[in-house]
């Protein structure tokens, strides 16, 4: 069998943890603060905090912001369920809209969803893909949308419209004009787990690019007490001689990272943009090629004038299958021995947005999209022979299903 995303844990991975685990620091110390300070460099933000989830990271964010009950986040339809759980973990409402045929936000959609309660927008890189970014910012900042805009907190009133919080799971490493992701929105959240493109197993990061007048490393002091119960040293400050006394300032939680996990992370960035993203383009690009020349087969935007994927998910589509035949097919690929997933069952077939009120119909394109979708195996140690495997099983299996 193929297998569809294994991470990459080579030596060098194995000696950065047992470094780790026999330093005498297991939980969040030196090597985290490193991490932070290597994604920081690598983006170009202002500030990191690395945490032990994505889903952490926007939560935490959700939180700081003030988000609540009888507010509204704007969201994709077409994401991973952390997305829209993260806004109900804190009361308030997601407000689902529909994609693109590039299967990003659509900001047209967001447009329209704007209303009073709107706190944030959460765009999602799909697959890697960045959003229109400078239509998204601007929106959030027309005159008529800030205007409509309430704000009930103290970091509300200093932005002064909604918060752009980019869900960039998949994105690390993309570029939209020339930036990478983490300088293009106010805040933006990586994960780092098992199946991302950068991994520590667990684990996520928060970028902060807030603009002026706040202090990016004021807020990244108030999220980090924020993420270890509200407590005003950490661990490794406690350590210190006379240091032991804390205080709890607020009831935070608890989503620090450990330097268990940043000893596998600060490899993986250390190697990311030389060789990890370089390769995954390769696969991208053979899998383009070989798909592009055959009409059955819809092959994704991934590279442009204006962006480049992190070349995390290549979302191919069949152009002439259902929902139904789309499983047919990926059935015949299993029963070939290549693992192939989908990304994603849009929230509104899941039971739990269903039961709480979302139709799928009101997403057509997520939908049609959706309905066609095939994700390939795309990672590192995937091997030419493999990605040639992989490309004449995808075709024999349409061939079988569909003819
Ligand atoms: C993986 C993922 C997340 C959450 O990341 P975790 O680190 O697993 O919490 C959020 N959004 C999307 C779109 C994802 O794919």
């Given amino acids: 069998m193929i ?4 991470p990459r844990i080579d030596q060098k991975i194995i000696d950065s943890v047992t470094e780790a685990l026999t330093s005498g620091w297991i939980t969040t110390g030196p090597k985290t603060k ?12 202002v500030a990191t905090l690395c945490v032990n989830s994505g889903s952490a990271g926007l939560e935490l964010i959700l939180r700081w912001y003030g988000v609540k009950e009888g507010d509204e986040v704007i969201l994709p339809a077409y994401t991973y369920a952390a997305t829209a759980n993260v806004v109900v973990h804190c009361g308030a409402r997601p407000i689902m809209v529909d994609s693109g045929d590039d299967f990003n936000i659509s900001v047209e959609a967001v447009r329209q969803a704007i209303t009073p309660r709107t706190k944030v927008v959460m765009p999602v890189d ?3 893909y960045p959003c229109d970014y400078d239509e998204i910012n601007a929106l959030v900042k027309e ?3 800030r205007l409509l805009f309430r704000a009930e907190t103290a970091e509300q009133q200093q932005l002064g419209r909604i918060l752009v919080l980019s869900d960039a799971a998949h994105s690390i490493g993309a570029i939209y004009k020339g930036r990478k992701t983490g300088v293009l929105t106010d805040i933006t959240v990586y994960s780092f787990h098992a199946v991302k493109n950068l991994t520590t197993a667990e684990g996520g990061a928060i970028c902060l690019n807030l603009p002026f007048p706040f202090s990016n490393e004021e807020v990244y002091k108030v999220l980090n007490t924020k993420s270890l119960h509200g407590q005003n040293k950490d661990a490794l400050a406690k350590t210190q001689i006379g240091n032991w006394k804390y205080d709890i300032v607020e009831a935070g ?5 450990t330097d268990i996990m940043a ?3 600060l490899v993986e960035l250390d190697r990311y943009d030389n060789d990890n993203i370089v390769r995954r383009r390769q696969i991208f690009d053979t899998y383009a090629e ?3 020349s055959d009409e059955r087969f819809i092959v994704p935007e991934y590279f442009t004038d204006t962006k480049s994927s992190s070349f995390h998910v290549f979302l191919l589509r069949l152009r002439y299958a259902d929902e139904e035949k789309r499983d047919a097919v990926i059935a015949a690929i299993f029963a070939r021995q290549v693992a192939v997933n989908v990304h994603f069952r849009p929230l509104p077939l899941m039971t739990y947005y269903m039961k709480s009120g979302y139709y799928i119909h009101d997403y057509p394109v997520a939908w049609h999209n959706y309905c066609r979708e095939i994700s390939l ?3 590192y140690d995937l091997t030419d022979e493999q990605v040639s495997t992989v490309i004449s099983v995808v075709k024999e299996a349409v061939t079988e299903v569909l003819g």
């Avoid at 932070?36 to 460099?41: D, H, Q, R, S, Y």
């Fill in 34 to 45: 490193l991490f932070e300070k290597n994604l920081t460099a690598y983006a170009g933000h």
């Fill in 377 to 379: 195996p795309v990672y």
């Fill in 253 to 257: 939680y608890k989503c620090n990272m």
């Fill in 3 to 6: 297998p569809f995303s294994p």
């Fill in 126 to 128: 799909l697959g890697g």
């Fill in 143 to 145: 005159d008529s949308i």
């Fill in 290 to 292: 070989a798909f592009r």
């Fill in 263 to 265: 000893s596998i992370g």
